[in-house]
């Protein structure tokens, strides 16, 4: 049995790849690890929750996994690619093309529309004219359900519909994979719910790979898969089975 799943994960390769992933970081008493050698495969349109207790390394894994940070050692492939081996000047064009994220905080800039938001990632791109951005940005925002907000600033939005742009500006780049820090964390059950779902139907329709650091009990109950961490190390990685949801 174990084999034959070995030999089908091998045959639909997996979109991010990480092995023996780890990260230490320097104190006076030597070096802390913050994650242990850490080995997964994670499916393309699959979404996975990332819980565990505070401290035990979810961000810190959102962040290796993002290029955001550096890992001690061991390897991520995502796509095929070898990311960890890529030049620092290759690095900044490979995240703002493979990797979206959306943050507790929505992280939006305050003097830009909603659409000007959206178009932020795309700014720096070769190759996409100004108007395909712009029309890229509405389609989006009219997918998550904000196209009557295009000229909207951040603060005339609710927490839950800013975090709907966010998860816009996140997708901008049609990324392989979607990283998201809590992002349910600052908004009310309701506004909370909301952005789950439309991010469950979004990996649907564009079938991305969402992987989603939480707390959030609902988070989890709506995932393909939940993997705990503790300590820095997989607790559990739980499947569950399409009709639990
Ligand atoms: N830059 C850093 N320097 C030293 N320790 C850090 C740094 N960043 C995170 N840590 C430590 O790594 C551990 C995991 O943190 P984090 O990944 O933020 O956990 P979580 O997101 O699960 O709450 C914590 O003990 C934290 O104090
Ligand atoms: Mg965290």
Same mark, same amino acid.
């Given at each position: 049995?174990?084999?034959?799943?070995d030999?089908q994960?091998?045959?639909?390769?997996?979109?991010?790849?990480? !092995? *023996?992933?780890?990260?230490?970081?320097?104190s006076?008493?030597? &070096?802390v690890?913050?994650?242990?050698?850490? /080995?997964?495969?994670?499916?393309?349109?699959?979404?996975?929750?990332?819980?565990?207790p505070?401290?035990?390394?979810? +961000? /810190?894994?959102? +962040?290796?996994?993002?290029t955001l !940070?550096?890992?001690?050692?061991?390897?991520?492939m995502?796509?095929g690619e070898?990311v960890?081996e890529l030049a620092?000047?290759?690095?900044? !064009?490979? @995240?703002?093309? @493979?990797?979206?994220?959306?943050?507790?905080?929505?992280h939006l800039? &305050?003097t830009? /529309?909603?659409?000007?938001n959206?178009?932020l990632?795309m700014?720096g791109?070769?190759?996409?004219r @100004?108007n395909?951005m712009?029309r890229?940005a509405?389609?989006? %925002?009219?997918?998550?359900?904000?196209?009557?907000?295009?000229?909207?600033l951040?603060?005339q939005?609710?927490g839950g519909?800013?975090?709907?742009v966010?998860?816009?500006?996140?997708?901008?780049? @049609?990324?392989?994979?979607?990283?998201?820090d809590e992002?349910?964390? *600052?908004l #009310?059950?309701?506004?909370?719910?909301n952005? %789950?779902?439309?991010?469950?139907r979004?990996?649907?329709?564009? *079938?991305?790979t969402f992987?989603?650091? /939480?707390?959030? &009990?609902?988070?989890?109950?709506? +995932? #393909?898969?939940?993997?705990?961490?503790r300590?820095?190390?997989? !607790?559990a990685?739980?499947?569950? &089975?399409v009709?639990?949801?």
């Amino acid at each position: 049995m174990g084999e034959r799943r070995d030999v089908q994960v091998a045959a639909t390769s997996p979109v991010l790849f990480i !092995e *023996n992933l780890h990260k230490e970081y320097a104190s006076e008493a030597g &070096p802390v690890p913050v994650l242990k050698p850490m /080995t997964l495969k994670f499916s393309r349109g699959e979404m996975v929750s990332l819980m565990g207790p505070s401290g035990s390394g979810k +961000s /810190t894994l959102l +962040s290796l996994l993002g290029t955001l !940070e550096k890992p001690s050692g061991g390897r991520i492939m995502l796509e095929g690619e070898a990311v960890s081996e890529l030049a620092e000047g290759k690095l900044a !064009e490979f @995240r703002a093309r @493979r990797i979206g994220f959306v943050f507790q905080s929505f992280h939006l800039i &305050p003097t830009m /529309t909603a659409l000007e938001n959206v178009m932020l990632p795309m700014l720096g791109m070769r190759g996409v004219r @100004r108007n395909e951005m712009r029309r890229r940005a509405e389609e989006l %925002l009219e997918l998550v359900g904000m196209a009557d907000r295009l000229k909207h600033l951040p603060h005339q939005l609710s927490g839950g519909q800013q975090q709907r742009v966010a998860v816009a500006r996140a997708l901008i780049n @049609r990324p392989a994979l979607v990283l998201a820090d809590e992002p349910t964390g *600052n908004l #009310d059950r309701a506004s909370g719910l909301n952005v %789950l779902r439309l991010m469950l139907r979004l990996k649907q329709t564009l *079938n991305m790979t969402f992987i989603i650091a /939480t707390h959030d &009990p609902e988070v989890a109950a709506l +995932s #393909d898969r939940v993997i705990r961490i503790r300590d820095g190390e997989v !607790e559990a990685d739980q499947r569950r &089975p399409v009709e639990g949801r």
